[in-house]
């Protein structure tokens, strides 16, 4: 069984989401599905998808005018979050000790936190990518984990460009994250790839030793391209 979580990032409509919801009701598979959406669009999911929020405050509430706390999100109906995204990372500032707060906050509140990590274009040039995953890893997870938590090992210079890492690239990054959360008391934590995965590279990239599952972006918006992964493994 893996998970299929889909990134609809700032995209989508309620409209759009309610039509996903009602094709993918009937998709016959085991794997976990998961749509993370935007705010305006959180809502319960269904028998087969579980709804999941993008991000969220790092604080707890107040003050904070345009942020939108981990209470709120569960409220709406989410049990997951995406945190520490390579778009919130870039654009909005977060830094391992954010997200860390941040997931402190999701799973304060009942959900399970995505926790995303990964090396940008540089770091991989520099020779960097497997200093950024472990340190990601050590850094972005609360120290008090008491249950589950999901991580997505993303390559952020692979996100959205039709690029994606050798199979040996991926399997590296996955064991030294597995052997990583073995270390922190955390081993059986799922481990999802993301970036660039598609219908026909979905099945190649979960066959990889320790890939849990995928995280998938642009691929996740049409029923037509998301269905073909959720079912592209038993
Ligand atoms: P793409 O699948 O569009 O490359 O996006 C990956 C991603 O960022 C998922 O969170």
């Known amino acids: ?9 700032m995209n989508g409509s309620r409209t759009g989401l309610n039509a996903m919801l009602c094709d993918l009701e009937n998709v016959d598979t085991k794997n976990t599905v998961i749509l993370c959406v935007p705010y305006t669009m959180l809502r319960a999911g269904n028998a087969r998808v579980a709804i999941g929020a993008q991000d969220v405050s790092q ?5 904070y005018t345009g942020s ?7 409220d709406a109906g989410a049990k997951y979050v995406i945190v520490g995204h390579s778009e919130c990372r870039q654009y909005n500032g977060d830094t391992n ?3 860390r707060q941040k997931a402190a906050q999701v799973l ?14 540089d770091e991989k040039q520099a020779g960097k990518t497997m200093a950024v995953i472990e340190s990601g890893v050590r850094e972005s997870i609360p120290s008090d984990v008491g249950t ?9 210079w692979a996100i959205g460009a039709g690029l994606t890492p050798t199979a040996d690239e ?15 008391g955390l081993a059986g934590t799922p481990v ?18 320790n890939v849990d599952g995928v995280l998938v972006g642009g691929a996740s918006l049409k029923s037509d391209d998301f269905i073909p992964i959720i079912t592209s493994v038993k």
Request: glycine share 8%; proline share 5%; net charge neutral.
């Open 148 to 156: 589950p938590i999901i991580i997505a090992y993303e390559p952020r």
């Open 1 to 9: 069984m893996k998970i299929i979580a889909g990134n609809w990032k």
């Open 59 to 63: 604080h707890t509430h107040g003050a």
């Open 68 to 74: 939108v706390s981990a209470q709120m999100v569960a």
């Open 192 to 209: 999802l790839y993301g970036a660039s995965v598609k219908g026909s590279n979905a099945a190649e990239i979960m066959s990889i030793p």
């Open 108 to 121: 304060a509140n009942g959900m399970i936190p995505i926790i995303c990590v990964g090396e940008t274009m």
């Open 170 to 184: 991926i399997a590296g990054a996955h064991t030294l994250i597995a052997n990583t959360l073995s270390e922190m």
């Open 97 to 99: 000790s954010t997200v």
